[in-house]
DNA sequence: ATATTAACCAAACAAATGTTTGTTTAACGG
DNA sequence: CCGTTAAACAAACATTTGTTTGGTTAATAT
């Protein structure tokens, strides 16, 4: 782990170097979130970030590599968030909805790169659909753990909330409209309705 | 309406015209399911359907037009589907898990169709998305009525079990594998842990 | 001052893209 | 038998695609 040794790392010529990388990354997320990935360019990416097609390949070798930077730093961002709402609560349904009020914000809160996770990845490329696909397995794990240590009957009933919580909080990225009930009011509300089915 | 009059038409040469055009269309379903819309190209597609690229052109005159085609006939057959299902149902709730399964049954039964439908849009035309959107709303809005039946408190309850359950049951394409439950009983499943939640 | 180098530009590359055109084939109707 | 026509082919079209190459600039290090 050398993120101490960079941030501690002041010098000029550090702070040049990979400069622009993040706008780049940003560009490609915010592109791929629009567009999706064979719908995005190269040369739709490159405008975003204000230079020129050629110049993107300083940066990162391929198309395919800013697609998988873009999926590992979303769900770093998400997982992240996750974790920072659920420390400290004790309850498992509370652990659970703040959880999900968090996932939910990071997704539909406008940015770009958790929502670049939830789109389904390119089927022609086996090694980076599988790279792709292990990211967001460990990113879910989570909430196994924490539909694990509810009180429930048996292990398949915290398989079926667990689906149908996580398939419904995603699929809200297709009918949310920012104005209405904010993300951690319909998180509220979806875990309300399963909570109440076991007790 | 003339379908009664095309049916009854077994002429030589009805029956010759628009011979291939059905099978132009299936591999136009196959190619968007698995590649997505701006993944598949019209090469695919010709391959698929066993002739060449330019021939397609005499059925569908652009690529636009594969997609509305095949997500019209998508949004019919599971619309139909789900008709079939709840007819002759009379209990709110048992007429919804049975909607809720022929929905999830036309989804991961491997037809091509209904999974086209539930891709995402291209978002640079809009005329096009217009037209997707107006077509799967129009089918959703079956899923409104029979949540309008169930016997909740008030309206808001209804909004929000149908957000969810159509959520749950829309992303389990992600993650459905056959060999496990089967998708009538998923949906069982899906409704019981929602129902057990208002009694 | 000079050499180095991070970062980008300018221009091209081959391949793939959606689409068009003119032609052929074969089944049908008169 | 012959004209018509549904349906497809063969070959190209202009454009767009991901990527490469060699040069340019300006900040940094020595």
Redesign the interface.
Known sequence: MDTAVELADRSPMTRRRNNRRSAVLDAAARCFR??????TTMRDIAADAGMLPGSLYYHYPAKSALLVAVHEEGVRRIAEAVDLAVAGIADPWQRLEAALAAHMETLLGGGDYALVVL??V???DPDLRARLVELRDEYEERFRLLCQALPLDDRSSQY??R??????????R??YRPGGETPAA?AR??V???????E
């Open positions: 629009r567009q999706g990935y064979a719908g789109r389904d390119p089927a022609d079926w909330l689906m149908m919580v996580l398939g419904a909080a995603n699929w809200s297709t009918w319909i509300r979806f309300h309705l399963l909570k109440g089915s076991t």
